[in-house]
């Protein structure tokens, strides 16, 4: 079965103390982003990776890191966490044929930064 | 302006019409359109990808590219009350998958 699965699902935390937040995907897709998706803001990029060792900024990267040095993990990491952070985070992996496009999302991170 | 904007809604719609959503963007380097359908609480799921002008139907679904007026749209034909969810519609520059999101369209099917 074709999954994409995060880690923790929910995460209360404090300002300041470091976290990571897993994502693996099973499909052996290529491409891996992560999203932040916030009421009134909607859906925006955070990382995109288009392959082991590829990763890239989207629209709203600040505060946050990435690594690609495995295929199939591509962890989020928040060396500082501030309120600011607070927000639903999915993980996605991607593979593209033309004319085909296949795309998951991970069930989603709900992180709390108090 | 947004890059990718979309009517918030809620669109209403009775059972077994069409329901027609509608994106437009502003980057005229956006070369690949996605549809996604996300229920309240669950994870965005892809239900339509186009890339050339023109139509593009999947079951259902139709998606309509019109790059020189740089609109997308979405048609759901035979509207069941299950398609109740917000729609979001998203942009990607090149095959590099950076997307940018309009911010969803809810969609009420009434039975």
């Known amino acids: 079965e074709a999954q994409v699965t995060q880690n923790p699902r929910y995460l209360i935390t404090v300002t300041g103390k470091k976290l990571t937040v897993t994502c693996s995907q099973n499909m052996n897709h290529e491409y891996m982003s992560w999203y932040r998706q916030d009421p009134g803001l909607g859906l925006r990029q955070i990382y995109y990776?288009?392959?082991?060792?590829?990763?890239d900024k989207g629209d709203v990267p600040e505060g946050y890191k990435v690594s690609r040095k495995e295929k199939r993990n591509f962890p989020l990491i928040l060396e500082s966490p501030s309120p600011n952070q607070t927000s639903l985070y999915f993980c996605?992996?991607?593979?593209?044929?033309?004319?085909?496009?296949?795309?998951?999302f991970g069930p989603g991170t709900r992180l709390t930064v108090t | 302006q947004k890059e990718v904007e979309q009517n918030s809604g809620p669109l209403s719609v009775p059972e077994g019409a069409i329901a027609s959503l509608n994106c437009t963007y502003s980057?005229?380097?956006?070369?690949?359109f996605f549809w996604y359908r996300q229920y309240s609480g669950k994870s965005p799921e892809l239900i339509m990808f186009?890339?050339?002008?023109g139509d593009k139907e999947d079951g259902r679904f139709t998606a309509q590219l019109n790059k020189a007026s740089q609109y997308v749209s979405l048609l759901i034909r035979d509207s069941q009350p299950s398609d109740s969810a917000t729609y979001l519609c998203?942009?990607?520059?090149?095959?590099?998958?950076?997307?940018?999101f309009g911010g969803g369209t809810r969609v009420l099917v009434k039975p």
């Open positions: 186009i890339y050339s002008n």
């Open positions: 990776s288009m392959n082991v060792e590829v990763t």
């Open positions: 998203a942009g990607e520059k090149a095959a590099g998958n950076k997307l940018t």
């Open positions: 980057d005229r380097g956006s070369q690949s």
């Open positions: 996605a992996s991607s593979s593209r044929t033309p004319p085909s496009y296949e795309q998951y």
